[in-house]
T-cell receptor, first 113, second 116 residues
Framework: SQKIEQNSEALNIQEGKTATLTCNYTNYSPAYLQWYRQDPGRGPVFLLLIRENEKEKRKERLKVTFDTTLKQSLFHITASQPADSATYLCALANSGGYQKVTFGTGTKLQVIP | GAVVSQHPSRVICKSGTSVKIECRSLDFQATTMFWYRQFPKKSLMLMATSNEGSKATYEQGVEKDKFLINHASLTLSTLTVTSAHPEDSSFYIC????????????FGPGTRLTVL
């Protein structure tokens, strides 16, 4: 069966450190993978998209890697700040799938001052 | 740009009543809109995909007669939960896509439905 697993439900990290979140998938052939941020009681906000033929993508303090051999994406937040505290969701769309994305359960990140 | 609103943000209703949730793209025309539901500490689950002027495509296991979707214009989609029951209580989120085939979806703030 298809699965998208994010490494942990919750991750606590000290301010200033790099937070690394993991997204693993099985039985998917994703055309692309996305990362979203979701705050409590709010809808997700798009952060980054990485395609199957890309290894790495960066945006300001965010970095995403995509390893289709390992079937894994890593999401890094460098110089983390308390304002980065939120739930981060990975989502992927299968090849041939028209815009339909499937979400992981998310990792709740807490950045401690 | 690319703002999506939902109304209401919270609704409490009695069992057996119907509830309508609106999703609007405020500053763009949405070729496709999506409806999701999310249970506490769970992932977003796609319920249906709708294109303006055509019938919605429902995901497996989602009852189309229970969750009526109308995509009347390029800026408005509505989800009506008919004859709501307590198990329908959930967080409903819509998203919209600007361009056909676009990978990016813009999400609304969500609607918390509580059925007593």
């Amino acid at each position: 069966s298809q699965k998208i697993e994010q490494n942990s439900e919750a991750l606590n990290i000290q301010e200033g450190k790099t937070a690394t979140l993991t997204c693993n998938y099985t039985n998917y052939s994703p055309a692309y993978l996305q990362w979203y941020r979701q705050d409590p009681g709010r809808g997700p906000v798009f952060l980054l998209l990485i395609r199957e033929n890309e290894k790495e993508k960066r945006k300001e303090r965010l970095k995403v890697t995509f390893d289709t051999t390992l079937k894994q994406s890593l999401f890094h937040i460098t110089a983390s700040q308390p304002a980065d505290s939120a739930t981060y969701l990975c989502a992927l769309a299968n090849s041939g799938g028209y815009q339909k994305v499937t979400f992981g359960t998310g990792t709740k990140l807490q950045v401690i001052p | 740009g690319a703002v999506v609103s939902q109304h209401p943000s919270r609704v409490i209703c009695k069992s057996g009543t119907s509830v309508k949730i609106e999703c609007r793209s405020l500053d763009f025309q949405a070729t496709t809109m999506f409806w999701y539901r999310q249970f506490p500490k769970k992932s977003l689950m796609l319920m249906a995909t709708s294109n303006e002027g055509s019938k919605a495509t429902y995901e497996q296991g989602v009852e189309k007669d229970k969750f009526l979707i109308n995509h009347a214009s390029l800026t408005l989609s509505t989800l009506t939960v008919t004859s709501a029951h307590p198990e329908d209580s959930s967080f409903y989120i819509c998203s919209a896509s600007r361009v056909v085939g676009s990978n990016e979806q813009f999400f609304g703030p969500g609607t918390r439905l509580t059925v007593l």
